[in-house]
């Protein structure tokens, strides 16, 4: 007589301490084996779309900090690239190199935040404080230089709000001094630590294909072994002037584009960025950062849409004017809304303590999520 | 058999490598400071909370335009010509009493850009953190330097004055009326040269 | 020993006993727990290069006192869908299991609660308490999380008592005792004697045993850190994945009893492995107090030595807690049978063989 | 690499009436109105066409044209009647390196677009959300329902023009 097992539906979230935000994951479980994840978002939704139709365009910037918000540096970018496309502005040399270093720090900051919360995830709790320790000191240049630490509204059509400090340089130095210790530091402690190896080798593999077929971006897609970078294959601003590479998942600990290579990808990544803020520092030029500010911004009527490269993928500005000086539509390609379609597929199969691992490596932000 | 060896020393030897390196974080000295008794040191770009000097301002309403939640909140009165409101300090002569400006700070997303339209730069941003409050409302901050009596006091000035105005307009399109009735009486007496004149006057 | 001592004194038996059966509690226990609780979250503190607490007293020394007087206060809920009975009996056996080890553990010559023979083999079954109490305590809860905590739990403390047993096994099998006390007496007079390095066989078989030896050591001490739900073991309170395991419903007085409990057994844990190990409360280098001739002062050498020793192995587990990532539960069950329990029959076979030399 | 004219005219060929035009007088950049009917087959030749290889869908998104005519009724409740709701496809080749942006327009009171969930698995939740926001129903969608908003929000939808915030939802009050 066959024993009867039926199968339990256990629900993590909204309130779970490893989901990263408010999302609720409805795991049919069979025993500890995985059947199916249905993800359940919509907890944190601020309808920034709504808002952008009722602002003027320099007043859309603030909303944009709030959708990522560990990478808002970035969002700004992107919104201000997709404008300056729309208005054909052109933008003096060292606005280019500032947004590049603030783009470029930013994105060393997400990634201490997605590193030392994986570590958190799977039970090691010393790298996350040490993470954090190191983003505690970009979060100190971006504070002098624009005075928030987390919301910026920085970048701006056409320029920036506030020129670099005088000693930010000096600042920007000592940090990549001190911090290229901590990351080899921090690969002995966590990344090549035999538990950790065993917990995310092999978990979570998403395949080439399916990665491409749901548009899966950024460290995800680059883990699967694809090196696909926007700040190589679809240029802006002045990144075509820094030699760097794209980091891409080769699965030396287990198959290809496991937890453990997105994980390490942004290891490495973080290394490439340390590489253009040097080269970034050394060419900047003098200039007023100010200058190609338009006072009114009356866009003509038409859209456009452009993406930037996140730290968590690609992240897409779809924007429509009707020639008034309010947008008529602001549609945003989340690059984490696309994750988390692809995160179901990573789940099938594995064990309930997998898919606090598999959701840590795949690194999603729930403010761009429900927008 | 190999790989179970070296999976066993592996996972031997990576732990050690672990420890070595939280130990080595013992003698290190932390980073942290102990908040209350020690207050972090703010750079002077900070952005937190928002001080307007009234007697700078000229109730342009830059500010309110420009705030993305529209918390900042301003009414102004036209002053009598009699009144004397001071000067600016860069010296503009201010010609508008303003007798509400009030910031909801519940509602203010701290993003600065209302201080950079401001033409007399009388709204700019302190670098005051602590200002929590146990009520909501308590949060919307009243920046007006006049009494609240004043402020009716001016409004109903205002009012008068446009009272004022309002009855000598009417006079004088009353009289207006009146005069353009009595030229009607007396023209056919003599039509051409009389209309220049009145014209005229 | 101790009971004699104040069976002359007070001349009643069953006052006797009484004391030495409280004595460990009040004097050592409660203390050391006070003690630990603090001592974790600074070692934690300063490994992770911040502070700690730093506002209850000086440095934060009164912080534990906070704590309890904090769960003290704290009201004592029952959830009421759960099993009642079952409910509170839970922490009383947890702490009950984990205290009782203390019964056996010789402290110094002169202290030791009952001076059986079977002292290793009692202390293993005693513990076998700790793991009725958290399935009690996982299924009374009546809380899909707490359940699947306490099943992991139970599995796991299970298939780690296999390899602490054999090494057990092959430490009785070379010293011919089971009592602890004899085994403490038996490593004594400078530290080559002690099991670690040897114990007491001379000329070649001590050179052999010195490998076996260590690795034995290694492998009771993951053993036993997976016992006490420590480090790298400690998923049946996993934060991340089961929301802290069995005791998600308690709170007040009763959470406080599986706190102190889990201290209580850390302790006693670390002590058997340094009795078996590194020679119980006998001193390295000889003791002050032969040679000034003090006899009483012996005692509380050996007392400090031991403590000294247990401390050290608590410090050690605090410290791999803060350094290692977690294992998941079928890895940790494929780590105890297939590595734990291969090399210790493997360690069992070689010692048997030397000690046949 | 193939611009946006080529593609243009070899669909052309192929699907004859169901292309309407090439959009090239907007700004920045053209793009392709199509019926809304056929998009899949479209979509499904695009992918597969060895020359053009759109292998992934970056962006798909509603949009309230907001052309049809305004009504005021008797309390002051503007509601357009008429116009059409349109939904932009941005796809991409990562092999060709190309990139195309489809417009499908649909009528506003019974908006219908047959889904492409079937061609590229990514465009399932930004349907979705076109659903949750716009009312646009996809046909044969696998598994249509809200996705931001609450499940049983029926008050209408939100990035609609001509949308009202309710007072109450399940006795809470909306308007902060």
Do not use: C, V
């Given at each position: 007589m066959a024993l009867k097992t039926e199968e339990m539906v256990l629900n993590m979230g909204p309130?779970?301490?490893?989901?990263?935000?408010v999302l609720r994951l409805e795991l049919q479980l069979d025993g500890e084996i995985i059947k199916d994840v249905v993800p359940h978002i919509g907890y944190l939704h601020r309808c920034f779309e709504k808002h952008c139709e009722a602002m003027t365009y320099p007043q859309v910037i603030p909303y944009t900090d709030r959708m990522d918000y560990l990478a808002s540096m970035y969002n700004e970018f992107g919104y201000a690239v997709a404008m300056e496309r729309l208005l054909k502005i052109e933008v003096p040399e060292r606005v280019e190199y500032i947004r590049v270093i603030m783009g470029e720090l930013q994105r060393i900051a997400s990634h201490l935040v997605a590193i030392g919360t994986y570590g958190a995830d799977i039970g090691a709790f010393t790298p996350f404080l040490f993470c954090f320790r190191d983003r505690e000191r970009i979060l100190h240049l971006f504070e002098i230089t624009c005075g928030a630490r987390l919301l910026y509204n920085y970048i701006w059509i056409g320029g920036l709000s506030h020129d670099l400090h005088p000693d930010f340089i000096r600042l920007t130095k000592e940090f990549i001094k001190d911090f290229r210790p901590n990351v080899i530091e921090l690969n002995e402690l966590l990344s090549y630590n035999r538990i950790f190896i065993e917990r995310t080798a092999n978990v979570g593999v998403l395949p080439l294909e399916t990665a491409i077929n749901y548009g899966v971006s950024g460290p995800n897609l680059r883990a699967s072994g694809m090196k696909w970078d926007l700040r190589k294959d679809d240029p802006y601003s002045v990144y075509h002037k820094f030699d760097y590479d794209i980091p891409v998942g080769k699965g030396d600990k287990g198959k290809v584009g496991d937890c453990w290579d997105r994980y390490y990808v942004r290891v490495l990544e973080m290394e490439e960025s340390l590489k253009i803020i040097e080269q970034a520092i050394e060419q900047i030029p003098e200039g007023d950062i100010a200058s190609a500010i338009p006072k009114r911004i009356k866009p003509p009527e038409g859209q456009i849409y452009t993406r930037v490269e996140n730290p968590r993928g690609e992240l897409g500005y779809f924007i429509i004017s009707?020639?008034?000086?309010?947008?008529?539509r602001v549609k945003v390609r989340a690059p984490s809304f696309v994750t988390m379609q692809v995160f179901p597929e990573l789940c099938k199969g594995f064990m309930v303590a997998d898919v606090v691992a598999i959701l840590g490596s795949v690194d999603i932000v729930l403010g761009e999520i429900d927008r | 058999m190999r790989d179970y060896i070296y999976n066993f020393w592996q996972g031997l030897y990576t732990i050690l490598v672990g420890m070595k390196v939280t130990l080595r974080h013992v003698f290190i000295p932390a980073v942290t400071i102990q908040y209350p008794s020690v207050k972090p040191q703010m750079p002077e770009r900070e952005r937190n909370r928002l001080y307007v000097n009234m007697d700078d301002c000229i109730g342009c309403d830059q500010c309110a335009r420009a705030c993305p939640v529209n918390c900042i909140e301003i009414e102004t009165v036209k002053s009598i010509p009699g009144e004397d409101l001071g000067t600016t300090s860069n010296g503009k002569k201010k010609a508008l009493w303003v007798t509400t400006f009030n910031i909801d700070f519940a509602k203010c997303c701290y993003c600065q850009l209302c201080v950079f339209p401001c033409p007399t730069e009388c709204i700019y941003m302190t670098d005051v953190y602590e200002f929590s409050e146990f009520q909501r409302e308590s949060l919307l901050y009243d920046f007006v330097t006049l009494l609240p009596e004043e402020r009716i006091q001016k409004k109903k000035n205002y009012e008068e004055l446009q009272a004022k105005k309002e009855a000598e307009k009417i006079a004088a399109a009353k009289k207006a009326a009146e005069e353009k009735a009595a030229a009607q009486a007396n023209?056919?007496?003599?039509?051409?040269p009389d209309n220049k004149e009145e014209n005229k006057q | 020993m101790m009971y004699d001592w104040l069976y002359n004194l007070t001349g009643s038996e069953l006052l006797a006993m009484f004391i030495v059966s409280l004595l460990p509690l009040f004097v050592f226990i409660l203390p050391f727990a006070l003690l630990a609780v603090l001592a974790e979250r600074k070692v934690s503190a300063h490994m992770q290069d911040r502070l700690g607490p730093m506002r209850t007293g000086y440095h934060g020394i009164l912080q534990t006192v906070a704590d309890i007087i904090k769960l003290l206060q704290k009201e004592d809920l029952v959830p009421t869908a759960t099993d009642k009975m079952l409910f509170n009996l839970a922490p009383l056996l947890t702490f009950v299991g984990s205290y009782a080890a203390f019964a056996v553990i010789p402290f110094s010559g002169f202290f030791i609660g009952t001076k059986i023979d079977l002292g290793i083999i009692f202390i293993v079954g005693i513990t076998g308490l700790v793991v009725a109490g958290i399935l009690m305590a996982g299924w009374a809860s009546n809380n899909k999380y707490s359940l699947l905590g306490a099943m992991r739990s139970a599995a796991q403390i299970i298939s780690y008592e296999i390899p602490t047993l054999l090494i057990i096994l092959t430490i009785v099998m070379m010293t011919g005792t089971l009592s602890l006390y004899d085994l403490s007496e038996m490593q004594t007079a400078y530290f080559w004697n002690w099991l670690i390095l040897g114990g007491p066989a001379i000329g070649i078989q001590k050179i052999l045993l010195i490998p076996l030896m260590m690795m034995g050591c290694l492998i009771i001490y993951t053993s036993t850190l997976a016992e006490v739900n420590?480090?790298?073991?400690?998923?049946?309170?996993?934060e991340s994945e089961l929301v802290s395991g069995y005791h998600t419903e308690y709170s007040g007085m009763k959470f406080a009893m599986f706190f102190l409990a889990e201290y209580a057994n850390m302790f006693a844990v670390s002590a058997i492995v340094a009795i078996m190990f590194f020679g119980g409360y006998q001193s390295p280098f000889g003791y002050l107090g032969n040679t000034l001739g003090w006899n009483w002062l012996v005692p509380i050498e050996q007392f400090s030595w031991f403590t000294a020793k247990g401390v050290f192995f608590v410090l050690v587990q605090m410290w791999l807690r803060w350094t290692l990532p977690r294992f998941r539960v079928d890895q940790l069950m494929a780590f105890c049978w297939k590595y734990l329990i291969p090399f210790s029959f493997v360690i069992l076979l070689l010692v048997g063989l030397i000690s046949l030399m | 690499m193939k611009t946006a004219e080529e593609i243009f005219n070899q669909l052309k060929e192929k699907f004859g009436s169901s292309i309407i035009e090439l959009k090239l007088d907007k700004p920045v950049e053209p793009y392709l109105i199509v019926n809304p009917l056929e998009v899949d087959k479209i979509c499904l030749f695009l992918k597969d066409e060895n020359e053009l290889l759109?292998?992934?869908?970056?962006n798909l998104s509603g949009v309230d044209d907001a052309n049809g005519a305004k009504e005021k009724d008797d309390k002051g409740l503007e509601t357009i009647k008429g116009g059409t709701l349109s939904v932009f496809y941005h796809i991409e080749s990562t092999k060709l390196k190309h990139k195309l942006t489809l417009k499908v327009s649909t009528d506003r009171e019974k908006p219908e677009v047959v889904t492409v969930t079937e061609v590229w698995k990514g465009a399932d939740w930004h349907e979705r959300e076109a659903y949750d926001m716009y009312g646009i129903i996809f046909l044969n969608h696998p598994d249509l329902r809200r996705i931001l908003m609450p499940y049983d929000w029926e008050f209408g939808y939100p990035l609609r023009k001509d949308y009202k915030n309710p007072e109450f939802y399940q006795g809470m009050k909306v308007p902060y």
């Open positions: 309130q779970h301490p490893s989901t990263h935000g009707d020639g008034s000086l309010n947008p008529a | 023209k056919p007496a003599e039509p051409k | 420590r480090t790298p073991f400690d998923i049946p309170e996993a | 759109f292998d992934s869908i970056m």
